[in-house]
């Protein structure tokens, strides 16, 4: 099974391929990269390349779930309204080619990485690297909680 796992956002958007056969124990990266787009491009233009590029890869990996974290509220409406929006968009190209859409938020996400749903940034992160066995200067902040996203999806898979 592939998994694309992604941690939505307008000016970085993390983004994780992860595998999983049968005869294998753990899940592993097949690409992940963080994909940033210019705050001097209109929002629109960003929104475009974030769908193009996400189309792009859909089609490069064939993934069959989209794993995509749930919106969190905070201070900033206008943020919270742009990265609603990138959401949107991603999950019309995965629909579009017929993925499966497994929405987690953050703290399901948490859960499932570390056990605790209060965990704190720098505790998912030595997480994901140990489930992994991931070199720490290989991966930034946004592709880890793709990859932390894909973990979710893989281990809601297994219950379902």
């Not at 005869?23 to 929104?47: M, P």
């Not at 993925?99 to 056990?115: D, H, N, R």
């Amino acid at each position: 099974m592939i998994i694309l796992g992604i941690d939505p956002g307008f000016e970085r958007l993390g983004i994780a391929i992860l595998e999983k056969n049968k005869s294998e124990k753990k899940e592993k990266i097949i690409f992940s990269e963080c994909f940033k787009t210019s705050s001097k491009l209109d929002f629109s233009e960003r929104l475009h390349l974030i769908g193009g590029r996400v189309k792009k890869i859909i089609k490069k990996y064939r993934p069959e779930i989209l794993a995509i974290e749930t919106l969190f509220l905070n201070t900033n409406q206008k943020t919270v309204m742009h990265v609603a929006e990138v959401r949107g968009a991603i999950i019309y190209e995965a629909m579009n080619f017929g993925l499966k859409v497994f929405e987690a938020s953050p703290p399901q996400i948490k859960i499932a990485t570390t056990g605790y749903g209060r965990a704190n940034k720098e505790q998912m992160m030595k997480m994901v690297k140990i489930l992994l066995a991931i070199n720490n200067s290989t991966k930034s902040d946004d592709e880890l909680d793709a990859v932390a996203i894909a973990l979710t999806a893989f281990a809601h898979t297994r219950i379902l």
